[in-house]
């Protein structure tokens, strides 16, 4: 088995299962029917990416793993999203600014991911991309509406960003499997991303109104597998019915 | 309109279009442009399908729909996903598109005017029912993944939008 491969394929599967879970938690949910619809809608999407990447590495472990297993059956220390997703839905404007803060670093990770050397992922990173295109527009459009609202939006989204910008940075770090992915072609260089990213996050912000945080203090772990005590419970509902009902289908 | 090389053997095509969307059963698989292939091999039916969206509940179904069809004639069918090259909404036939409008769905506009009617700025989408362009947009994601919610300012009435892809 490639073993590389099927660790970088999870490290970019684990952040669309982590987050499309947490947007699902809006359903029904939602400040609004319409924007109740939306998030669920771009966790559908998110969750449909996580099926073409899981079923690829189901392919490459080559045992009887399937894309269920992989997606249900880990502990928390086994998945390798970065910790930016797993943050809760504390209010909407943290839902946005979580949003927001991972599509444009998505965005950026896939138009890259398409030249991969791997069909398989540059085949995924093709058609991802259309779908977040529609993401980044939705929770730009709504940093831009809370940031430049009212006095009480503002705050709010000034406070969500501020909170949130700690877990930015690890978006760019690269674990051993990430650098010998890189290394043959197959994977995105997330350094080389860094500064379009802070680049084009700093102008929306300040489109929106919203002040760049200063801090330069930044968390990391979610990429090695520490995280924060947010993914044990997210984790609990997310694999609730295997742990209770092993092997059940629908 | 994206020309891509489709493999369809003519003989299968009146079965491959008994199935539609279970979402939309009024648009057949064929019209969608989701059927990337289908050919006789060894007295087996292989069809390639593509997802529309990548979350699309409804491939699962539409791949279990080919596989009954071709069942109900006596014969075997196989379906393949495929996500190369991705789906777009180009693909949608003049055909699709009519049928589309007809149940109450604006068909997709190009990118283009697509991004600009999204974006609330251009009153470009036609409303389904009265015709009128005077519309406006009031949510970016709609009932299912590819559809936006729109609200005609004439005639008052909401519709669907098919978003570009």
Same mark, same amino acid.
Request: aromatic share 10%; net charge negative; charged share 25%.
């Given at each position: 088995?490639?073993?590389?491969?099927?660790? *970088?394929? #999870?490290?970019?599967?684990?952040?669309?299962?982590?987050?499309?879970?947490?947007?699902?938690?809006?359903?029904?949910?939602?400040?609004? #029917?319409?924007?109740?619809?939306?998030?669920?809608?771009?966790?559908?999407?998110? /969750?449909?990416?996580?099926?073409?990447?899981?079923?690829? %590495? %189901?392919?490459?472990?080559?045992?009887?793993?399937?894309?269920?297993?992989?997606?249900?059956?880990?502990? =928390?220390?086994?998945?390798?999203?970065? #910790?930016? &997703? =797993?943050?809760?839905?504390?209010?909407?404007?943290?839902?946005?600014?979580?949003?927001?803060? /991972?599509?444009?670093?998505?965005? %950026?990770?896939?138009? =890259?991911?398409?030249?991969?050397?791997? /069909?398989?992922?540059?085949?995924?990173?093709?058609?991802?991309?259309?779908?977040?295109?529609?993401?980044?527009?939705?929770?730009?459009?709504? &940093?831009?509406?809370?940031?430049?609202?009212?006095?009480?939006?503002? =705050?709010?989204?000034?406070? %969500?960003?501020?909170?949130?910008?700690? *877990?930015?940075?690890?978006?760019?770090?690269?674990?051993?499997?990430?650098?010998?992915?890189?290394?043959?072609?197959?994977?995105? !260089?997330?350094?080389?991303?860094?500064?379009?990213?802070?680049?084009? &996050?700093?102008?929306?912000?300040?489109?929106?109104?919203?002040?760049?945080?200063?801090?330069?203090? /930044?968390?990391?772990?979610?990429?090695?597998? &520490?995280?924060?005590?947010?993914?044990?419970?997210?984790?609990? !509902?997310?694999?609730?019915?295997?742990?209770? *009902?092993?092997?059940?289908?629908? | 309109?994206?020309?891509? @090389?489709?493999?369809?053997?003519?003989?299968?095509?009146?079965?491959?279009?008994?199935?539609?969307?279970? @979402?939309?059963?009024?648009?057949?698989?064929? +019209?969608?442009?989701?059927?990337?292939?289908?050919?006789?091999?060894?007295?087996?039916?292989?069809?390639?399908?593509?997802?529309?969206?990548?979350?699309?509940?409804?491939? +699962?179904?539409?791949?279990? +729909?080919?596989?009954?069809?071709?069942?109900?004639?006596?014969?075997?069918?196989?379906? $393949?996903?495929?996500?190369?090259?991705?789906?777009?909404? +180009?693909?949608?036939?003049?055909?699709?598109?009519?049928?589309? $409008?007809?149940?109450?769905?604006?068909?997709?506009?190009?990118?283009?005017?697509?991004? @600009?009617?999204?974006?609330?700025?251009?009153?470009?989408?036609?409303?389904?029912?009265?015709?009128?362009?005077?519309?406006?947009?009031?949510?970016?994601?709609?009932?299912?993944?590819?559809?936006?919610?729109?609200?005609? $300012?004439?005639? @008052?009435?909401?519709?669907?939008?098919?978003?570009?892809?």
């Amino acid at each position: 088995m490639k073993e590389n491969l099927y660790k *970088y394929i #999870l490290g970019i599967a684990d952040n669309s299962l982590i987050l499309g879970q947490r947007m699902g938690e809006l359903c029904g949910h939602g400040p609004s #029917l319409e924007t109740d619809i939306a998030c669920t809608n771009i966790s559908l999407d998110l /969750f449909g990416q996580v099926r073409s990447y899981f079923q690829y %590495a %189901a392919k490459i472990a080559g045992d009887k793993r399937t894309e269920d297993d992989i997606a249900m059956l880990r502990k =928390e220390r086994e998945y390798k999203n970065v #910790l930016l &997703v =797993e943050q809760p839905n504390t209010n909407f404007a943290y839902t946005i600014g979580r949003q927001f803060l /991972f599509d444009v670093y998505h965005l %950026a990770f896939l138009t =890259e991911l398409q030249k991969s050397n791997d /069909f398989t992922l540059s085949a995924i990173a093709k058609k991802c991309i259309k779908e977040v295109s529609y993401h980044v527009r939705f929770s730009t459009d709504w &940093v831009k509406r809370l940031g430049d609202g009212t006095s009480e939006s503002n =705050e709010k989204m000034q406070e %969500a960003i501020n909170d949130l910008w700690t *877990y930015t940075d690890e978006l760019f770090h690269q674990t051993e499997a990430d650098k010998a992915m890189v290394s043959e072609s197959i994977g995105v !260089d997330v350094i080389k991303l860094k500064e379009a990213y802070y680049k084009r &996050v700093n102008d929306l912000l300040e489109e929106a109104t919203l002040e760049i945080p200063e801090s330069k203090w /930044f968390q990391k772990g979610g990429k090695e597998g &520490v995280h924060t005590e947010h993914l044990g419970y997210l984790l609990s !509902d997310l694999q609730y019915m295997q742990r209770a *009902y092993p092997n059940m289908e629908w | 309109m994206t020309t891509v @090389e489709q493999n369809i053997d003519q003989t299968l095509i009146s079965i491959l279009e008994q199935v539609s969307d279970p @979402e939309i059963p009024v648009l057949s698989i064929m +019209d969608m442009g989701v059927v990337r292939s289908a050919i006789i091999k060894n007295n087996i039916v292989e069809v390639e399908i593509t997802p529309t969206y990548s979350g699309c509940p409804a491939m +699962d179904v539409i791949g279990d +729909d080919i596989i009954a069809a071709f069942s109900a004639i006596g014969k075997k069918a196989n379906v $393949e996903l495929i996500l190369s090259p991705a789906w777009t909404t +180009d693909w949608i036939t003049s055909k699709g598109r009519k049928a589309l $409008e007809d149940y109450g769905i604006a068909a997709p506009l190009n990118a283009i005017a697509d991004k @600009e009617a999204l974006l609330g700025d251009k009153k470009l989408v036609k409303c389904t029912n009265c015709g009128s362009t005077n519309t406006k947009v009031v949510s970016q994601f709609g009932s299912t993944a590819c559809k936006a919610l729109f609200k005609c $300012e004439t005639c @008052e009435e909401p519709f669907d939008y098919f978003k570009c892809l």
